[in-house]
């Protein structure tokens, strides 16, 4: 017996199993080969989805069903591996939400854990979280933790658009999804904008702060700043072979994950940049705020450009090539990999 290939069949043996398989009992040893295996093996496939394309469809959906009525309008961007499963890899989640003008997005709250990264922003568009409202610019990352009430509305003239991420197959997968609305479709503004940032972004915890939940206190990180600190060390000429410049998005309470459950990146890519190998246990989501490129993804290319997205599946070998400076957002499950001991990383080329 080995982890390469199973035990012969007998006709002792086959009758064996047949019977027991009555009494809803299995043998290990005819299927430990595929659920304790050598390396990780996923039905997750590395894909990449034109953002132009997805956009045109999403502004369909939006003659076609309200904001209201479909409580969140969402195209899930769905694994071509894993169709039907709502998941861009193996345990989460992504879509592309649309809020058009005048519309908002009912308040309500569930267990899972959700970003939105803002891909078109309108004056005047804002998402509220436990009370407090934010602006929403391109390129900013922002955060709903756990049970935490949310709504977003559009004051402006224009559509805004954003990607969800969300742990929602994770929590399915411990059957732990609750949910509940609000009662309302927009919870009381309680607290002044920028309030979170002013009590926990600048290096400064409240005197009487008590550290609740596993989710960063901060929920809005604004892209501008997170641009300025890739620049600044871009500046210095530490390019990293595997990644360029590349900086995770951290609870500043612990300094952990700014997500209980998921890791977020930003990573710059100079010009002309070719990274050697990088492969690890976490399947992770790209999207491209700034850049042209291309990334191989077990040798196969994918091109990409602005606002395009890609999925790389758990250990398989990625390599960025970057035809003009390019900035990715990143986020996959590693802040729980790394919790429960799983994650593994492997640098350099094969």
């Known amino acids: 017996m080995s982890f390469a290939q199973d035990p012969v069949l007998t006709p002792e043996r086959k009758e064996f199993y047949e019977r027991i398989d009555k009494r809803s009992i299995t043998p290990l040893w005819t299927v430990l080969n595929s659920v304790v295996t050598p390396e990780p093996r996923s039905d997750c496939r590395a894909h990449l989805w034109r ?67 803002v891909l078109e922003a309108s004056e005047g568009a804002h998402t509220t979280v436990n009370g407090e409202r934010t602006d929403m610019h391109y390129g900013d990352f922002i955060i709903t933790p756990p049970w935490g009430w949310h709504d977003h509305d559009n004051a402006g003239s224009d559509p805004v658009i954003w990607l969800d991420g969300l742990d929602l197959p994770m929590v399915s997968h411990f059957d732990a999804s609750f949910a509940e609305e609000y009662g309302a479709d927009q919870q009381e503004v309680t607290r002044r904008s920028g309030d979170s940032n002013a009590r926990f972004g600048a290096n400064m915890l409240p005197l009487d702060y008590e550290k609740t939940g596993g989710a960063s206190p901060i929920f809005n990180y604004p892209y501008s700043r997170a641009r300025e600190a890739l620049a600044v060390l871009h500046r210095q000429g530490e390019i990293d072979p595997c990644h360029g410049i590349k900086l995770q998005y951290v609870n500043p309470v612990d300094g952990g994950a700014a997500m209980p459950t998921i890791a977020t990146f930003l990573q710059l890519l100079p010009a002309g940049f070719e990274s050697v190998g990088y492969r690890s246990t976490d399947a992770s989501v790209h999207v491209v705020l700034e850049g042209h490129g291309t990334t191989y993804i077990a040798g196969e290319a994918h091109h990409w450009g602005p606002r395009d997205i890609f999925v790389v599946p758990s250990w398989k070998d990625m390599r960025h090539v970057a035809t003009a400076e390019a900035v990715l957002f990143s986020f996959s499950d590693r802040a729980a990999q790394q919790k429960l001991g799983f994650f593994r990383e492997r640098r350099g080329n094969g």
């Open 51 to 117: 953002y132009d394309e997805v956009r045109a469809l999403l502004l369909e959906a939006g003659g076609l069903i309200s904001a209201k009525e479909a409580e969140r309008r969402v195209l899930i961007l769905e694994n071509p591996g894993l169709r039907g499963k709502s998941s861009i890899t193996t345990d989460l989640y992504a879509g592309l939400q649309l809020v058009t003008p005048g519309e908002t997005a009912p308040a309500h709250r569930h267990s899972q854990s959700a970003l939105r990264l």
